[in-house]
C-alpha cells in the first residue's frame, strides 16, 4: 500500500492538502522534499495563527480581569465602606452615590446579570454550527477596524502558502484551490474559493475570478494576473504569501502595542473611579464629627 493511500484512511488527521502532496511526492520521487515543505507550512502557520489569536486575546483577558475586580469591589468592599458611611447624618458626594446604587443593582440583580453575559456564550454554541450564523459572524469580524484586517491578512497567508506549495509541487491549481479551501475553518472564504474555482472551471482568467468573489487585495490581483501572463504564477503565490505573513506579524504586533495601553487606561479608570468614590466622603466626615463634638 501507498504511504498516501495509508494516511487517507485517517482524514481526520490527514487533510486533503497533506495526500494531494505526498501522493505528488511519491509520483515524483520527491516525497522527502514534499513532506518537508509541507513541516515548514504548517510550522509557519501555527506561529502567525498563534500570533493572531494572543494578539486578539490580550484585550479581552484584560477587560475581564478589570469588570472582575470591579465586580468585586461593589459585591465585597462597597458594603462595608457604606455601612460606616451611613452612621453618619452627612449627605454623601454624588460619585459616592451614584456607585452605591450599582452596588444596591448588583447585590440584587445578580441573576440577572450573570444570565445575561453567559446567554450570548451559550447561544453561539447552540447555533454556531449552522452555516448562515458562521457566515454573518464572520462578515460582522471582517468589518471590525483592526480586527478584521489582520483575521483577513491571516487567511490571505494561509490560502497563498498553500497554492504556493502545491504549485511548486506540480499539482494543478485548480486542485490546489480545491485544497486550500478544503484546508480552511473559515466559511467565507471557502465559500469565495468555491465561487472562484467554478468560475475558472468556466474558462476565466485566475485574477479575475479572483476578484469576481471578492476579499482579494489589489495587490493579489494585479500579481497573480503578471504570474499568469509570464509563466511564473508559483513565484507570485510565495510573493504574496510571504507579504500577507510579514504584513499580519506587524498588524498584530501594531494591535498589541495600541491596545496595551488603552486596556491600561481604561482598568485604571474603572478601579480610580471606585476607589475615589469610595473615600472621597472621608473628606467630609472630619466636619460631621466635628459638628457632633460641638
Known amino acids: 500500500m501507498a504511504f498516501s493511500a495509508a494516511l487517507a484512511q485517517w482524514p481526520q488527521a490527514f487533510p486533503p492538502l497533506y495526500l494531494a502532496m505526498i501522493s505528488t511526492g511519491e509520483l ?21 495563527a498563534s500570533k493572531v489569536k494572543k494578539a486578539l486575546r490580550y484585550p479581552l483577558i484584560v477587560l475581564s480581569l478589570a469588570l472582575l475586580v470591579v465586580l468585586g469591589m461593589l459585591y465585597f468592599v462597597l458594603p462595608g465602606f457604606t455601612a460606616i458611611y451611613q452612621t453618619f447624618s452627612t449627605p454623601l458626594p454624588l460619585l459616592t452615590r451614584m456607585v ?17 453575559l453567559l446567554s450570548p456564550l451559550l447561544l453561539n454554541q447552540l447555533i454556531r454550527r449552522r452555516s448562515d450564523w458562521l457566515l454573518r459572524r464572520q462578515r460582522l469580524l471582517n468589518a471590525l477596524p483592526l480586527i478584521g484586517s489582520l483575521i483577513g491578512g491571516q487567511q490571505l497567508s494561509l ?3 498553500i497554492l504556493a506549495l502545491t504549485q511548486s509541487a ?9 485544497s486550500v479551501e478544503e484546508s480552511l475553518s473559515c466559511p467565507l472564504w471557502r465559500q469565495r474559493l468555491a ?37 511564473a504564477l508559483d513565484q507570485m503565490l510565495e510573493n504574496l504569501a510571504h507579504h500577507h505573513r510579514q504584513q499580519t506579524y ?3 504586533d501594531s494591535l498589541a502595542a ?10 485604571g479608570s474603572l478601579v480610580g473611579i471606585l476607589v475615589v468614590a469610595m473615600y472621597l466622603p472621608v473628606f467630609h466626615l472630619g466636619d460631621a464629627i466635628g459638628g457632633a463634638g460641638g
Open 170 to 178: 506540480g499539482i494543478s491549481f485548480l486542485q490546489g484551490l480545491q
Open 250 to 252: 506587524q498588524r498584530a
Open 28 to 48: 515524483t520521487g520527491k516525497l522527502d522534499i514534499c513532506c518537508l515543505q509541507l513541516a515548514n507550512q504548517q510550522q509557519e502557520q501555527q506561529r502567525l
Open 159 to 161: 490560502i497563498f502558502t
Open 258 to 267: 495600541h491596545l496595551e495601553p488603552m486596556m491600561l487606561v481604561i482598568t
Open 195 to 231: 465561487q472562484a474555482r467554478a468560475l475558472i472551471v468556466q474558462g476565466e482568467p485566475i485574477w479575475q475570478a479572483l476578484s469576481r468573489c471578492g476579499g482579494f487585495t489589489p495587490l493579489c490581483l494585479q500579481l497573480i494576473r503578471t504570474g499568469e501572463s509570464a509563466g
Open 100 to 116: 452605591v446604587a450599582a452596588g444596591d443593582m448588583l447585590s440584587r440583580g445578580w441573576p440577572l446579570l450573570l444570565a445575561s
